[in-house]
């Protein structure tokens, strides 16, 4: 059974940071690229960062680009999502996903949500004004 679970959100005054984590259990972690989306509320469901299985490639949304900084431990199953400079409009609840084809990350910038294979329960980032 694949599990994702992310840990690390919670309250932040804006310029502010926080340091994300997905720990994945039941999948071939070395051999998927990981991806973190978030949605805020009445929002769709946004990509955020990816990462290659060998942690050589990275990609960011625009709205990220710059401010956060998405990182893997293979051997420990987990992926990171470093967030600084943190703003009002990053408040959304943050899910880590993996795409297990072939540990590339496909369609940067526009990944699509449905191309994941496996999803975490998310964890919420507030980030006050």
């Known amino acids: 059974q694949v599990q994702l679970v992310e840990s690390g959100g919670g309250l932040v005054q804006a310029g502010g940071s926080l340091r994300l984590s997905c720990a994945a259990s039941g999948i071939a972690f070395s051999s998927a690229s990981m991806h973190w989306f978030r949605q805020a509320p009445g929002k769709e469901r946004e990509f955020v960062a990816a990462i290659t299985w060998d942690g050589e490639g990275t990609y960011y949304g625009d709205s990220v680009e710059g401010r956060f900084t998405i990182s893997r431990d293979n051997a420990k199953n987990t992926v990171y999502l470093q967030m600084n400079t943190l703003t009002p409009e990053d408040t959304a609840v943050y899910y880590c996903?993996?795409?297990?084809?072939?540990?590339?990350?496909?369609?940067?910038?526009?990944?699509?949500?449905?191309?994941?294979?496996?999803w975490g329960k998310g964890t919420l980032v507030t980030v006050s004004s």
């Open positions: 996903a993996a795409d297990g084809r072939d540990g590339r990350v496909y369609g940067p910038p526009n990944i699509l949500p449905e191309s994941m294979d496996y």
